[in-house]
């Protein structure tokens, strides 16, 4: 299945992306969330067969993207994750914030970071420790991005819209927390063995 694998995983993300896009929480934040995805693939997808990315990298992503279309779907801070806790376990985890995005920003930095890697790789000569580093580096300044996008679009948008998109859940260090969690993700990815990294 080796040189089909992208493309099954393409067709099963948007199977799932479309299915959950059927009646979002709310359907303006659901465009807001895939609109980044829209534009990373426009990145991913032409220099794909020039340069294809590993079929770990691939499933590594398709697993991240999966993780974000459940919060597209939900809004980050309304996925019941932990009423699905309950029904696999039989355990309520405790009350409080909603983590569910948390998850996500350290699945950004450990599951983004196979395709970060095999894409640098195929066009720089960086391999070993000094990839790892220029991963990390590259994913930590990705997350800032994204918190800096996510700032922006809330003071544009404003509202409920603003708000839901942000998801601070009323943490005023949200943005920064996200980070770091997304950055502890990426260095899980950096210390792991070379042989479940390829890199």
Known sequence: ????????????????????????????????????????LAVLLPSHRQRPLSNLACVALF???????????????????????????????APGRN??????????????????????????????LSLRVVVVALLTAGSALYEMIEWAAAETFGGDLGMAYLGTQGDAWDAQKDMAIALAGSLLWAVLPRKLTRA
């Open 1 to 40: 299945m080796g040189g089909r694998l992208p493309a099954v995983l393409l067709a099963l993300w948007l199977v799932a992306t479309l299915a959950l896009g059927i009646a979002p929480y709310d359907r303006n934040d659901w465009l807001l969330e895939n609109a980044l995805v829209v534009l990373l």
């Open 63 to 93: 697993a991240f993207l999966l993780l974000h279309e459940v919060g597209a779907h939900y809004t980050y801070s309304q996925v019941p994750w932990m009423q699905w806790w309950q029904a696999l376990t039989g355990e309520a985890p």
């Open 99 to 128: 983590h569910f995005d948390r998850a996500v920003h350290f699945a950004y930095g450990l599951l983004l970071a196979p395709a970060v890697a095999d894409w640098t790789a195929l066009r720089t000569p960086l391999r070993g």
